[in-house]
């Protein structure tokens, strides 16, 4: 029983059952309290290749889980075009971690095609029966992801939620194009916040309500909420320091920077947890878009939802509630339960929660944080062209524009790593319109004038895109998710 709820200590779960469901029975999220205490090789680790690391690094983090080896290894041969899984490129004179080699150029590749081979083994493992099926909002790459990671994996069965107007028109085609026969996606119409409300909402009735009794049904969650789509990304925490390593850059107990493009604070709190397992991890830097409520919580300690939502160029990190921060609570304040169930009461009742000096400066000991706003990410994708000859997407420029403010502001000279979540093929019309080219046509005139701009090759599976025809065409209000959900379950459409 290595987790429990960051709630409170009464609800706690063997690992497989973790991944199984999701979620805490008390709406907590699950997390093992030890982590910083329980020795971990970490030097070892890092002489290993990209697959070895993984194997290591989630069999510490998910021990109950059997052939974590085999696993890891259909999770991830063949599916990523980089044979290091994340490759790191020297950029300027810092570096650029590539997340987006996966089979959907996006970093949440590197969880989801983890994910369903966990949740499989976990179902297994317990004696499971039911079809598990995968609930998920999506602003955008975790859907594709999801579905790719999911489709026609036996006993199970996925249904993704976006925001109708909120995603990229890529974004849009790569789901809509899914195929699959344990596949469904359909559009809401409200931002990403609606989704997830919706998503929540639904799980909360059917299982208050048992709707799904007697079904052989049950439902599961594929967002970073559930600890198998976290514990992957501690992966490539690894995989860039032993590139450092090997690149003579740094001697093993250096410190390493990392700066983060942040959403839903997954991705940096891995770098977290690396860091508990003894990684020389130095500052974590969160960069936020314009919807800036997490770097306004690490700068004051005061967490406020009650502003307007931005609708940003990187829309994958327009999010007001930042599920995975819940986790940081528990770890800051010492495991205490009482006092992340009260912020996250305040959150719900009154929109807002503070968190006082002690917990504020136990983070401010970790984390960093910046903003960059519309005109910045245009500015900074425009500056890494022209002065290294670098292309990033928009949430990496969010990243690239909060390490050069990092650095102008910091004591040391610790390298300095960029996590770059997305090919800038994911979103060409931003990516065009901030190098000053011409954005006529399609997504897809505008991917190939941006790869010959730039000389570039664009991935496969998004050039691929445009020979493929729409299988999704659903679509709903807001308030209508529980009930399509039922009805899709019921009427047994792919599952
Ligand atoms: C999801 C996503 C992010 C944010 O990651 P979190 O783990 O939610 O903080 C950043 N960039 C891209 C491209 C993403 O898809």
Same mark, same amino acid.
């Given at each position: 029983?290595?987790?429990?709820?960051?709630?409170?200590?009464?609800?706690?779960?063997?690992?497989?059952?973790?991944?199984?469901?999701?979620?805490?029975?008390?709406?907590?999220? !699950?997390?093992?309290?030890?982590?910083?205490?329980?020795?971990?090789?970490?030097?070892?680790?890092? %002489?290993?290749?990209?697959?070895?690391?993984?194997?290591?690094?989630?069999?510490?983090?998910?021990?109950?889980?059997?052939?974590?080896?085999?696993?890891?290894?259909?999770? !991830?041969?063949?599916?990523?075009?980089?044979?290091?899984?994340?490759?790191?490129?020297?950029?300027?004179?810092?570096?650029?971690?590539?997340?987006?080699?996966?089979?959907?150029?996006?970093?949440?590749?590197?969880?989801?095609?983890?994910?369903?081979?966990?949740?499989?083994?976990?179902?297994?493992?317990?004696?499971?029966? *039911?079809?598990?099926?995968?609930?998920?909002?999506?602003?955008?790459? /975790?859907?594709?992801?999801?579905?790719?990671?999911?489709?026609?994996?036996?006993? /199970?069965?996925?249904?993704?939620?976006?925001?109708? *107007?909120?995603?990229?028109?890529?974004?849009?085609?790569?789901?809509?194009?899914?195929?699959?026969?344990?596949?469904?996606?359909?559009?809401?119409?409200?931002?990403? *916040?609606?989704?997830?409300?919706?998503?929540?909402?639904?799980?909360?009735?059917?299982?208050?309500?048992?709707?799904?009794?007697? $079904?052989?049904?049950?439902?599961?969650?594929?967002?970073?909420?559930?600890?198998?789509?976290?514990?992957?990304?501690?992966?490539?925490?690894?995989?860039?320091?032993? @590139?450092?390593?090997?690149?003579?850059?740094?001697?093993?107990?250096?410190?390493?920077?990392?700066?983060?493009?942040?959403?839903?604070?997954?991705?940096?709190?891995?770098?977290?947890?690396?860091?508990?397992?003894?990684?020389?991890?130095?500052?974590?830097?969160?960069?936020?878009?314009?919807?800036?409520?997490? $770097?306004?919580?690490?700068?004051?300690?005061? !967490?406020?939802?009650?502003?307007?939502?931005?609708?940003?160029?990187?829309?994958?990190?327009?999010?007001?509630?930042?599920?995975?921060?819940?986790?940081?609570?528990?770890? %800051?304040?010492?495991?205490?339960?009482?006092?992340?169930?009260?912020?996250?009461?305040?959150?719900?009742?009154?929109?807002?929660?503070?968190?006082?000096?002690?917990?504020?400066?136990?983070?401010?000991?970790?984390?960093?944080?910046?903003?960059?706003?519309?005109?910045?990410?245009?500015?900074?994708?425009?500056?890494?062209?022209?002065?290294?000859?670098?292309?990033? *997407?928009?949430?990496?420029?969010?990243?690239?524009?909060? @390490?050069?403010?990092?650095?102008?502001?910091?004591?040391?000279?610790?390298?300095?790593?960029?996590?770059? $979540?997305?090919?800038?093929?994911?979103?060409?019309?931003?990516?065009?319109?901030?190098?000053?080219?011409?954005?006529?046509?399609?997504?897809?005139?505008?991917?190939?004038?941006?790869?010959?701009?730039?000389?570039?090759?664009?991935?496969?599976?998004?050039?691929?895109?445009?020979?493929?025809?729409?299988?999704?065409?659903?679509?709903?209000?807001?308030?209508?998710? $529980?009930?399509?959900?039922?009805?899709?379950?019921?009427?047994?459409?792919?599952?």
């Amino acid at each position: 029983m290595i987790y429990q709820s960051t709630r409170g200590a009464e609800f706690t779960a063997r690992d497989t059952e973790a991944v199984l469901r999701g979620i805490a029975p008390d709406g907590g999220l !699950y997390i093992d309290p030890a982590l910083g205490s329980r020795p971990f090789d970490w030097r070892g680790c890092l %002489a290993l290749p990209p697959l070895g690391m993984a194997e290591k690094i989630l069999a510490h983090l998910l021990p109950g889980f059997k052939d974590m080896d085999a696993l890891v290894h259909r999770a !991830y041969e063949g599916k990523f075009s980089a044979p290091e899984l994340t490759p790191l490129v020297p950029v300027g004179e810092d570096y650029v971690l590539e997340l987006f080699h996966g089979p959907t150029s996006a970093f949440k590749d590197v969880a989801l095609s983890m994910l369903p081979r966990l949740m499989t083994a976990a179902r297994a493992q317990e004696g499971v029966e *039911d079809k598990i099926i995968i609930l998920t909002a999506t602003s955008g790459d /975790t859907g594709k992801a999801a579905l790719e990671g999911f489709r026609d994996v036996d006993g /199970t069965g996925i249904i993704v939620f976006y925001p109708a *107007d909120g995603v990229s028109p890529v974004q849009k085609a790569q789901m809509v194009t899914q195929e699959g026969d344990n596949v469904k996606v359909c559009a809401l119409r409200g931002n990403f *916040d609606d989704c997830q409300r919706g998503v929540k909402e639904c799980f909360a009735r059917i299982n208050r309500e048992a709707l799904l009794a007697g $079904t052989g049904l049950r439902l599961s969650s594929a967002n970073s909420i559930n600890i198998g789509r976290l514990a992957p990304q501690v992966v490539y925490y690894f995989i860039a320091y032993g @590139a450092l390593l090997r690149r003579g850059r740094i001697k093993a107990g250096a410190w390493v920077d990392f700066v983060v493009p942040t959403g839903n604070f997954g991705d940096i709190l891995a770098g977290y947890f690396a860091k508990l397992m003894g990684l020389p991890v130095g500052r974590l830097v969160c960069a936020s878009n314009a919807n800036r409520i997490l $770097t306004d919580f690490l700068c004051t300690g005061v !967490y406020d939802r009650r502003r307007d939502f931005i609708k940003t160029s990187s829309p994958s990190m327009d999010i007001l509630v930042s599920s995975n921060l819940e986790r940081l609570l528990f770890l %800051a304040s010492g495991g205490d339960g009482a006092f992340v169930k009260t912020c996250m009461e305040n959150l719900a009742r009154d929109g807002v929660y503070s968190v006082g000096d002690a917990v504020l400066g136990s983070i401010r000991a970790q984390f960093s944080a910046y903003t960059c706003g519309e005109a910045g990410t245009a500015q900074t994708i425009a500056r890494v062209w022209r002065d290294y000859g670098y292309l990033c *997407d928009p949430h990496t420029a969010v990243a690239f524009s909060a @390490a050069e403010e990092y650095k102008a502001e910091r004591a040391g000279d610790a390298p300095v790593v960029v996590l770059s $979540t997305a090919s800038p093929f994911k979103f060409p019309g931003a990516v065009l319109k901030a190098l000053g080219g011409d954005r006529s046509g399609d997504a897809f005139a505008q991917m190939d004038r941006l790869s010959r701009l730039a000389g570039v090759e664009i991935p496969g599976n998004l050039s691929g895109l445009k020979a493929k025809v729409p299988l999704h065409r659903d679509s709903i209000e807001k308030d209508g998710l $529980t009930d399509y959900v039922l009805r899709v379950l019921s009427e047994r459409e792919g599952f």
